[in-house]
């Protein structure tokens, strides 16, 4: 199968990929000629591909995300290759392919992410933390093994949510290290909660968000997290008010750290400091490597990148 | 007993008043010298004031908020009065006084405000959300009896918080009739539950707020107040993903209406819409109220409002 | 007659509708294809319409807004529906229409606005000041029986500017007894002439707005009415720096309440906070009366409102 | 007499000095002791002086703006200079003194700069306009002998506000040359009247503002200086509405540029851009010439400079 | 030659014109069509035009800035004039052309604004300074004789980046004396320097930017000039902590005013205040102008400027 | 010796302590009477003195940093401890005292932090960005051996500003190997560079900032490294154009990462992003470790942090 990085101008292309998105459009011509507007993806990219023989029954048969083979052109432009796409079908259980071989995912595997959460939530040396956390993680089911972490400001991958929780949990490891005064059992549950709500903010597959959901929208994977625990507490006779479940919904209400940002309250003890911080190095690095990393061999700037102040990256020379 | 407001200088007085601020300072004198510089309230106003002759016994007497008897001499500095206290104690149960002739209030009964407001519950048509919106009054107690709406910006008098309520249901009432579209049911949950937290939010006794509690800082009153929708409804084994329930929590989180204003969430239907309004016209309206109401008559100007762009009000000449 | 509300994918409509907006565009196609991009409205809402056949006389003879009989097809696109329109021509005496059928208007006669309007200036008890008003309300001639109160914001119908004040002063009404010690006056005579001068800052027919005037964006309305009060004060030999003279136009030139907002001074007498706060609160209840009540019976969210935050809206399931 | 910036420490003083701000306080001693904080100030800068024997005859004797005869000695505070009066009294009509001698001045005579103000009026090459700006320039009678511009942020000093016109018009001609498609009568008319109500937005004396007026406060000099024009159209029998009048109040309205400084509408001519540039230009250099002229010889950094983003100005080295 | 801004409505054209952009499409028809959207300007303005016969040969013959031959029609699309070209091809040297004759220009001869630079710089009364002032216009080479100032806010013409300096040469000169306290050589070369590394900062050719250079984008032409000036002083063995040195350094980097428009520092000398100001008024006054002189003799409204506030800029009637 | 952080009320004091700020003030009594407000400080934190009995002589003795001797007694004042001083004297050499035992340092001693740091350069693999960094170390000499970071806002103690670098480093190693495709030669040398001439920004001394120096406030740290990288690569003949010195400049100089924080360019490459991101995480815990960890044990709350959104911080029970 050819990788989409790779594609070249004039190339004849057979193979299946992801369809990443569909719109169904009709050109101004007279009369109006239909078409499909349509993104095709694999592990290594993306490409912005033309159906222009679409019928009144493709249109029932092509919603995004799904697989498809299809047979076509790679033609350039305004100086970006584009796929002209001169037949697709969806792919069947016969094609027998493996849907992890066409999305892009977290480099590590989904399992081993799960693994490396719940041995951390292992680790927490606190019952209640633990249950609290526990419970979170149940009512989430199998979400974390696939969500990404975003709609496309980072880790918007296949499993780039748990991915995310990882290399934070990594993190805090180390900056526990450094800094022995932090709290380490406050600080990872923060950090296993803090996004866990986004499996209920956001509408996912594949790894691909397609929108907010009605929760998402009216209460948001902050305050819904807060709801969880107090949940979690009320269900298992806890006392809400104990310094501890005080502390944890503080850490996760403060982590986007400003109003503007989404906080209802502001980071007030150096755990809270440290979750937004780990959170926002974390998520803004992975949005820099992202941005190098699926570009063009040929191009020297991305496209401006939303999170990181809306500014083109610029991908040096190798020495 | 003569009201503050209508003081002058060179008048001797004799009389109980609310000490409503006390602190213990020194002067740079050598050897310093110790002396109390407090501030004398009642239902009229309020008066800087200063103890001189300030024993460390006293520093162990006096605390605010706290009925005294005083007698002392009104005088003039920087042309404001100012009152000097020559005696002073604490008032005591033989003294006789009835604690709500020397505080600033509602200048509706706390009863009669409390009644009010739980006719408003009773007629709201949905058994859940009457669950609970009471389960979050049973939860306050008699606070609704006393609590201020807040340390300064407005309705910052006794049993402010339930005035503001009212007059808030006032409105709403009002309003409805205007737009019949509006959920009037959801309106009055949210109104009776959008500030009801703040009675875990801030510390406060005979309607002066001293601070912010910890779980004020940690929490705040918006998320707190979710946290108590989740717990009536797990309690009550209600599903807390249905519609109305995410409703309730949707006008709470949003009713300061932006992120920087503390809301994690902004109106997304438009009972929100009118509960942030309905809100602030009250809120703002009650503070340009108290601005001009509390000046002295000789005064045409009153000091800077915070909550109104931080501007002075004029008051107008009666015509 | 079909009401666009209810127009259904494939149905033939033939009838009257109002044009909104015509622009005469070209195709790609070579040679290019000239074509009519429209918007079709009546009271129920409006519909994006083609019309593929256009001719250059065409061109010259529609003009937005107008009256027009119309053939043509629904069809979806983007999953919105389309109307092309196979047939049009501009509505004549003879066809016998009522104007008011077919655009959106205010839920009040306009005569009925107005009178309301007038019985308020009446009951205002300072002559000066009633003469101020009038002396304004003559100005603007019979623009308040059909002028929008903005192009978009708010109000943006047939007659939305009369309807928003009266409105206002309904409001001001109930608020006035609330808080007796409001200056009833000053308020009527502020709502009626805050807005008032937008008939001379925007061009507008059959309540649709098609641009701001030269005096619009050169003055604008807030010191255009603050001029017209000089001018009547000057012809009617006034005292133009007496205390009520002056405190009309500063409730005119704060309504805005922020200099960001267009206010040149900020609000600091409590008639003019009561008029601000009463603006906002009938236009933003409006926008989100008007965003839920012009959806599809078919969708679950508006599209994003302006004025709200640029927030879509949910619309709530009946219960 | 000594001029204040070469006072040096332990220096005995006996002289004539402008009394610009008292101030009569008591100490923190017991019992409080009553003193004056003054500032004594010439044309050469102003100096912080205590009067720490003053009575309360004195309380009734000082007040602001006055001439003083002051004998006192000069001392160190905190690494400033400081004066201590020994003796104070008013200054009298026997002691022959030219006010001017003691009050910062522009450096102009104001009988010269008004006369070049009116050479440009009537260099005004439009009936009307020059009218209007005539009919301003005869309101304001002989303020224009002794305002100042501002109360401290640009000069603040006698006769200041006619140095800033003079000083624009200028400026005014010079660019008029450099770019002859300017019309050069609005700009000059503009220039003349942008400013012209601050003698009624401030109350001031001998060049000192003591505070904004209830005009001021109310309405602004921005939208005082629009009613004044169309006062002086009705009066005059001009259409309000022609081209030249909106135009002149157009740039009146946005010389401030933004609506956060105060102005309703932004520039949409050219000269209105111009007007607002060079009255930036010529109020932020005299900003920055003061907060270097009048710093003590022993300086090298000014206090922060509030309209030139709060910066401390550096006094270079003369080379 | 036909001017572009008098070509009307139906009018054939032949003649040379400056390809200002050339941007490759294709249409939505089966089979897609290709054609060339372009751009043609002369002195006089410039004109959206479309090359509707384009073939592949011609995609790799016409780039933008190049001087073509072109034969084709005026026509309206959405009220507005469009080129139809019809035949097209690169002017060659047998044309005879005159490059000037084609390309906006400053309306004075770029030898001439360098001989004017250069005199600025020969009067600068400091060796030193003169010496690093030189380096930097040597550095820069010719540049000088073509660089516009700007992409598109102001001087976006050919030699603007030496117009605008001269125009601001000769303001300072008049302010100079104005206010001769300013230090005269240092305000000169920081006129002289602020903008020369534009020349690095951006690619242009023609008078016309294309795009950012890696410099630029990587350092910026405020950094790029401080840069500079250290290597002219380090390799003239001069003291790079010297006060001129610095405060030339402080001019240049202060000179955007805000760091939120790219100064690192803020103006805390006069000098950097005026050299600040005198850019800010010589670059929103040539955009005024270049608003209302570049619009059609027909229109009244220019399109929205950028950097005047993005409002739109009324051209008055002639008196 | 006792240490502050242990000072009891009523304690009486002998020792050596850090003068670490001392004014000299007069009371308002008659005659006003001098005295020194003071700073005491040492390894465990600060107290507020008083020497009453401040003489004129004294004046010329004590100026802030300066180890001295003291007795004296322990008040409380507004329920914070206070010291009052009898006697105080400058420590000389033969009190035979280390400086070190006396002010608050980094964990680390300083030689150790300068072989960490010196190693890291070493460590970097690029002849000419190690030539570079090495050149601005030399030129900064031995103030990394006690410089710290900033006046307050993180790291103010001794050698904070090499404690910083290291922690910076450290972090770094573990990002670098978590990404591998982060170019480590360059981050290495941006974050030995990045704040290396706040040594000549601020003037420092026993870790104590007094105030920014001449060149701080006229070019600030950020420009003056990237100077220095000029001066670095053209004394040692290499291009200043070439892409690595290029990007090095862009790392130091987008550092901040905002405009408004200080950074005229932003940053665009990953190396970037990550030394803002780590610079952060280490500036803000840093401060928030601080703020916890120099509270009394007696104390719940911090004072409000500056650099962590002026909050107050929590110190959580120990479990």
Not at 107 to 127: C, G, H
Not at 144 to 162: E, I, R
Not at 306 to 311: I, P
Request: hydrophobic share 45%.
């Amino acid at each position: 199968m050819t990788l989409i990085q790779s594609f070249t101008e004039g190339q004849e292309i057979v193979g299946f990929y992801m369809l990443k998105s569909a719109i169904f459009k009709q050109t101004n011509a007279t009369p109006p000629k239909q078409y499909f507007d349509m993104i095709l993806s694999d592990t290594s990219g993306e490409i912005t591909s033309k159906f222009w023989e679409a019928t009144t029954a493709d249109k029932e048969t092509f919603f995004a995300p799904m697989l498809v083979k299809v047979r076509g052109l790679v033609q350039m432009y305004r100086d970006k290759p584009q796929f002209k796409i001169n037949q697709i079908r969806p792919a069947t259980d016969e094609d027998g392919y493996n849907i992890a071989d066409f999305v892009r995912s977290a480099p590590v595997q989904p399992v081993d992410l799960l693994y490396t959460i719940k041995q951390a939530v292992v680790s927490i040396d606190d019952d209640e933390l633990q249950l609290i956390v526990n419970h979170c993680i149940e009512k989430v089911g199998d979400k974390l093994m696939h969500y990404p972490a975003a709609k496309s400001m980072h880790h918007a991958f296949y499993a780039g949510l748990s991915y995310h929780m990882v290399r934070m949990l990594e993190l805090a490891e180390f900056i526990c290290v450094q800094r022995p005064f932090l709290n380490r059992n406050l600080l990872i549950a923060g950090i296993v909660l803090h996004d866990i709500a986004k499996t209920e903010e956001m509408n996912a597959e594949l790894g691909i968000v397609s929108d907010y959901s009605f929760l998402g929208k009216m209460i948001g994977h902050i305050s819904l997290a807060s709801n969880w625990i107090t949940e979690a507490a009320v269900l298992n006779g806890m006392d809400v008010n104990s310094e501890k479940i005080v502390l944890l919904q503080h850490l996760i209400l403060s982590h986007h750290n400003l109003g503007e940002w989404g906080s209802p309250v502001q980071p007030q003890i150096p755990e809270a400091v440290a979750l937004h911080l780990i959170d926002t190095l974390d998520a803004k690095l992975q949005a820099a490597e992202d941005a190098v990393g699926t570009m063009l061999a040929s191009e020297q700037w991305s496209p401006p990148v939303r999170s990181l102040e809306n500014k083109a990256f610029y991908k040096a020379s190798k020495e």
